[in-house]
């Protein structure tokens, strides 16, 4: 998958977008009717930059979620879209603009808690909750921001370890290519050095027959020599 993912350019981002859309734009809509579909497409949108176009990824992330708060609306269920982003901005990003990217999101989700919250708390009656107590307001705002903290710090971790592994360790197929070139490779050198071999045999073998040669040669020019002598 990740490989697939590697080997395309837009391609993945774009579906990615696509089903996004498809399944949390359209349950906002359902929920706090078609004004909400603006700022949940925004938030949707950053997944198709974070491959190439990381600053734009985590602008639309944070116009969405500005568009949320100035439209004065509970959160979105389309928000969940922005781990998505950060999920990809981790693994594809360098290290200034993922760290930027974290906490840029993260002040922007608790922003928008606090918005929702304890300024507006009655737009937390689409979902049936009622937050109209103050202490009930303060604890879920808490409750809200660790959450969010620990989703996007999860996301981020998510994504870094994901790249790693495609790119230092590989999947269970690349480690199975990887062993069957070794084998091949071995394999290769294991007959080569068997045809050295096998040269070097013969061309032991070739000198020790021009040697004897030689000898023989120089034999008989002596015996010749030898021969005329005593005539």
């Known amino acids: ?51 190439k176009l990381q600053w734009l990824a985590v602008v639309l992330v944070i116009l969405g979620t500005g568009l949320e708060i100035f439209l004065g609306l509970a959160p979105i269920v389309s928000g969940a879209a922005a781990g998505v982003s950060l999920i990809f901005i981790a693994a594809f990003a ?9 906490v840029a999101i993260s002040v922007a989700g608790v922003l928008l808690a606090y918005a929702a919250i304890v300024l507006t708390p009655e737009s937390f009656m689409v979902y049936g909750v009622n937050l ?22 999860l996301a981020w971790v998510f994504g870094r370890l994901t790249i790693t592994r495609a790119i230092h360790v590989g999947s269970d197929t690349d480690r199975a290519l990887l062993l069957h070139r070794q084998a091949s490779l071995g394999l290769e050198v294991a007959k080569r050095t068997e045809r050295l071999g096998i040269a070097r045999d013969l061309t032991d073998l070739l000198v020790q027959r021009l040697t004897a040669v030689v000898s023989l040669s120089d034999g008989a020019k002596y015996l010749a020599a030898q021969i005329q002598i005593r005539r």
Request: net charge positive; proline share 2%.
């Open 1 to 51: 998958m990740i490989k697939w993912y590697l080997e395309r350019k837009w391609l993945p981002e774009i579906l990615i977008f696509i089903s996004l859309c498809a399944l949390l734009v359209s349950i906002d809509a359902g929920i706090q009717g078609t004004v909400a579909a603006l700022p949940g497409a925004a938030i949707c949108a950053s997944v198709i930059f974070t491959r």
């Open 94 to 102: 360098s290290k200034l603009v993922r760290r930027v990217s974290v």
């Open 132 to 153: 109209s107590q103050g202490n009930l307001q303060i604890f879920a705002f808490l409750l809200a921001t660790a959450a969010i903290a620990a989703v996007n710090t």
